[in-house]
């Protein structure tokens, strides 16, 4: 019999998360991990197995508490590319006030190309952007919103590559104002134009 977990999953999981966020998948050790999640290390590796386990545990969690929590705030399909635009620009504030960036990015720059930890995890967070970024994209088409001359396709592949630039920049502490206008520029050019033909 499976013994049901004496903590809030939840509460554990966004601790492990933000820990992971702040200071990468090798800046963390079990101490920071007991203290971001209020729970023993015994108690963590009995629930996710290893450090892997919880890391993977809390990137599953950050890709439903925060991406698409995102995602369905600022881009839902009703919104359109108006929804996108949106969603780039709220890039550039944390929530919470932190820079501690996307956690698919820094694995992504972190990992590398070890499919050990990338393929279960920034791979997977890239998709769902790039999927995101095609659907819209594909329907603006069909609603004659997309400026034309505009290839869904490649174009959701260039937004996957701003998304991310955005990001490293954002944690980087670059200028925001130019961000914005990065970001502005892209979209004026995907949106179309009443004399667009």
């Not at 702040?22 to 996710?48: C, D, F, K, Q």
């Not at 892997?52 to 359109?80: C, D, N």
């Not at 990338?118 to 329907?139: S, W």
Request: with cysteine.
């Amino acid at each position: 019999m499976v013994r049901a977990r004496a903590f809030d999953e939840d509460t554990v999981l966004t601790g492990a998360m933000q820990a992971f966020r702040r200071s990468g998948y090798a800046g963390v050790a079990v101490p920071a991990l007991e203290a971001a999640t209020g729970i023993s290390s015994g108690s963590l590796y009995n629930a996710y197995g290893d450090k892997r386990g919880i890391f993977l545990a809390a990137f599953e969690h950050y890709l439903k508490a925060v991406l698409e929590a995102r995602i369905a705030r600022f881009a839902s399909p009703s919104q359109g590319l108006s929804g996108l635009r949106q969603l780039f620009l709220s890039l550039l504030r944390e929530p919470d006030g932190e820079k501690s960036g996307c956690l698919i990015t820094n694995a992504a720059i972190e990992f590398g190309a070890d499919d050990a930890m990338t393929g279960p995890t920034a791979r997977k967070g890239f998709d769902i952007l790039e999927r995101l970024f095609l659907d819209r994209l594909t329907a603006a088409k069909s609603l004659g919103k997309l400026s034309s001359g505009v290839d869904p396709k490649s174009a959701s592949t260039r937004l996957l590559a701003l998304y991310q630039g955005v990001l490293v920049l954002v944690r980087g502490g670059h200028e925001t104002t130019k961000i914005r206008r990065a970001i502005t520029g892209e979209f004026d050019h995907l949106e179309r134009k009443t004399n667009d033909t």
